[in-house]
């Protein structure tokens, strides 16, 4: 069963438009949520995350939501560079240090 | 500050052998993770340590898969016998107990093609 589901396999954005990704989940014992970043032949490479007390986490251009009813979250970058241009993981996890459960990954592309 | 290695980076063996595969975590990460990767998914999780004690296995892992972290500080994870099946992406991450949000950082991968 796939408890971390990335809907859309590709998004194309024009650069500095925002790039929206999102994220379902049906775990309710999902307590943490992270994005991670892969470019081809790399490992991931976090993001940014949020726990489930809060709805909202900011870094720089990148901006987390949680909709913990819906449970849902989705990541905003903005603006969008063409460097951002990878694959987007989101992941979870019950409690924090266990195991990370991911999503299927959303191909980012962001066109000059 | 060196991140998390592995090595080999690529292995090509032939279905029935034996292979070993080694990660070196962040240095005062005491949390160390397995998980597996295909074409077109997200990684799956393996294993996992906290120091030398293997807290979690996936139902995933076979009785052909087995790992070890033997101080506390590198990890091997062994499969023996591969089959074709086996080819995927093998990664490892670390993270620091206690944590708030549970960051683990990923190594580049080894890549495991079997003929």
């Known amino acids: 069963d796939q408890q971390v589901k990335q809907n859309s396999p590709s998004l194309s954005v024009q650069e500095g438009r925002i790039s929206i990704l999102n994220c379902d989940y049906t775990?309710?014992?999902?307590?943490?949520f992270l994005w991670y970043k892969k470019y081809p032949a790399e490992g991931p490479t976090f993001l940014i995350s949020i726990s489930s007390i809060k709805d909202k986490n900011e870094d720089g251009r990148f901006t987390v939501f949680l909709n913990k009813s819906a449970k849902h979250l989705s990541l905003h970058i903005v603006p969008s560079q063409p460097g951002d241009s990878a694959v987007y993981f989101c992941?979870?996890?019950?409690?924090?240090?266990?195991?990370?459960?991911f999503g299927e990954g959303t191909q980012l592309t962001v066109n000059p | 500050d060196t991140g998390v290695s592995q090595d080999p980076r690529h292995k090509i063996t032939k279905r029935g052998q034996n292979v070993t595969f080694r990660c070196d975590p962040i240095?005062?990460?005491?949390?160390l993770y397995w998980y597996r990767q295909t074409l077109g998914q997200g990684p799956e999780f393996l294993t996992y340590?906290?120091?030398?004690?293997?807290?979690?296995k996936s139902r995933l892992l076979s009785d052909r898969f087995s790992a070890e972290r033997p101080k506390g500080s590198f990890s091997t994870l062994e499969i023996q016998r591969t089959e074709q099946g086996d080819s995927a992406m093998y990664l490892c991450?670390?993270?620091?107990?206690?944590?708030?949000?549970?960051?683990?950082?990923f190594g580049p991968g080894t890549r495991l093609t079997v003929l």
């Open positions: 991450a670390s993270s620091i107990r206690d944590r708030v949000y549970n960051e683990q950082f």
């Open positions: 992941a979870a996890s019950a409690t924090s240090g266990s195991r990370l459960t």
């Open positions: 240095s005062e990460h005491n949390r």
């Open positions: 340590f906290q120091n030398e004690a293997q807290l979690e």
């Open positions: 775990n309710s014992m999902f307590d943490y």
